[in-house]
Each structure stands twice: as structure tokens, then as C-alpha cells.
T-cell receptor, first 116, second 111 residues
Framework: DAGVIQSPRHEVTEMGQEVTLRCKPI?????LFWYRQTMMRGLELLIY????????DSGMPEDRFSAKMPNASFSTLKIQPSEPRDSAVYFC??????????????FGPGTRLLVL | GESVGLHLPTLSVQEGDNSIINCAYS??????FIWYKQESGKGPQFIID?????DKRQGQRVTVLLNKTVKHLSLQIAATQPGDSAVYFC??????????FGAGTRLTVKP
């Protein structure tokens, strides 16, 4: 398996533009997680899905952020409109079991987002 | 140790030496702890975990120590190698399944 796949790997955009980040989880994993990582705040859980259904989105910063999982092999995280403070590395992770326990989660390589 | 600002704490060791990376956690109700390794340009990678009913757990070349009294966690890497160079951060998980991550320590191994 190629592991968790994220695209794009790097994104530079201007404030106010829409940004869409994409994730393909590991086949057979029923849980998908979106994280954001910054120097100031470290790694933060934004939202996670189980069987394509959003379970906990309490970490989503505000209404400008939305996430979808239309099928078991694809998820998107959208920011509209984007702001400079959204600049961060966004990670997707997947897991086969219902837990945030570390050894069961596999992280993708991340998307580095810069909003000018 | 944990970062409280814009710059990660750094630890520089000589190849072959042992490394000790520290982490202070905040929630006395946390019952599960994890150490991650994150290499440049990559996602976090699970290294080792420990539950609160233990105070020590060993893996291959790594040992995690947990001191619940002072809410302190450490990661020991034996015979550190250049491939160990990365950012290491801890995470704590409480029984509500809420996980909090530390900012990390940058380990540099000099050949």
C-alpha cells in the first residue's frame, strides 16, 4: 500500500482565495483524520470521519473550514476564504480502529499551505 | 522539553551517544501517552506508547519513562544514529479520547 496520500504537497495562495486539500486514506481504514500543525500550536485535530461520516468537528476553527468525505477513498478539506493565519501544514491520517491511539494511525506527508 | 514559543528546543548529540528528550504534560486525567518522530517534510510517525498504569516501556533502542507525580514523560534513545535526527513530540490522551500534542524537540545527531 502506498500509505496515506495527500495533494497538493505545497500550496501558495492569496488571501481570500479558496483552497482545497485532498486525501486518500489507506485502503480498508474506516477512520480518517484531518490535523493542522503550526509552530505556535503544534499538531491539532480538526475533524475526523468514520465510514465517511463526520464524527467530531469540534476542532474546526471556524465556518471558513469545511471537510467532506464523499467515499471511502477520498476526503477534502476546504478553506474559503483563506486567510494568512491559515498558513500551516495540514495532515491527513487514517486508522482501522475507532481510537486516536497512536500506533493505529498512519499519517500522510502533509500539505504545506502558505496564504499571502 | 516542550516549546512555549516560536523556536523548538533543540538537542544535539554525538552519534553513538544516548539521547533523552523530555516532555511535560498538562492533564492529570491523561491515561495514554505517545511519542512521535517527525522527519523534515514528512508526517508524524509513531515510535512508542505507554499507558498510565506503567512507568516504563521499552522498544527497540527506545525507552519511555512516565512520572505521573510530576506529569513528566521522557524518551530515551540508545546509541543514537544520524537517522534519528528529527523532531520528537509527545501526545497525551485522556479517557474522553481527546488528544493533545506537544510542539516537540529537534534532535540533531552529529556524525
Amino acid at each position: 500500500d502506498a500509505g496515506v496520500i495527500q495533494s497538493p504537497r505545497h500550496e501558495v495562495t492569496e488571501m481570500g482565495q479558496e483552497v482545497t486539500l485532498r486525501c486518500k486514506p489507506i485502503s480498508g481504514h474506516d477512520y480518517l483524520f484531518w490535523y493542522r500543525q503550526t509552530m505556535m500550536r503544534g499538531l491539532e485535530l480538526l475533524i475526523y470521519f468514520n465510514n465517511n461520516v463526520p464524527i467530531d468537528d469540534s476542532g474546526m476553527p471556524e465556518d471558513r473550514f469545511s471537510a467532506k468525505m464523499p467515499n471511502a477513498s477520498f476526503s477534502t478539506l476546504k478553506i474559503q476564504p483563506s486567510e494568512p493565519r491559515d498558513s500551516a501544514v495540514y495532515f491527513c491520517a487514517s486508522s482501522v480502529v475507532r481510537t486516536l491511539r497512536g500506533e493505529t494511525q498512519y499519517f500522510g506527508p502533509g500539505t504545506r499551505l502558505l496564504v499571502l | 522539553g516542550e516549546s512555549v514559543g516560536l523556536h523548538l528546543p533543540t538537542l544535539s548529540v554525538q552519534e553513538g551517544d544516548n539521547s533523552i528528550i523530555n516532555c511535560a504534560y498538562s492533564n492529570s486525567a491523561s491515561d495514554y501517552f505517545i511519542w512521535y518522530k517527525q522527519e523534515s517534510g514528512k508526517g508524524p510517525q509513531f515510535i512508542i506508547d505507554i499507558r498510565s498504569n506503567m512507568d516504563k516501556r521499552q522498544g527497540q533502542r527506545v525507552t519511555v519513562l512516565l512520572n505521573k507525580t510530576v506529569k513528566h514523560l521522557s524518551l530515551q534513545i540508545a546509541a543514537t544514529q544520524p537517522g534519528d535526527s528529527a523532531v520528537y513530540f509527545c501526545a497525551e490522551n485522556d479517557n474522553n479520547n481527546d488528544m493533545r500534542f506537544g510542539a516537540g524537540t529537534r534532535l540533531t545527531v552529529k556524525p
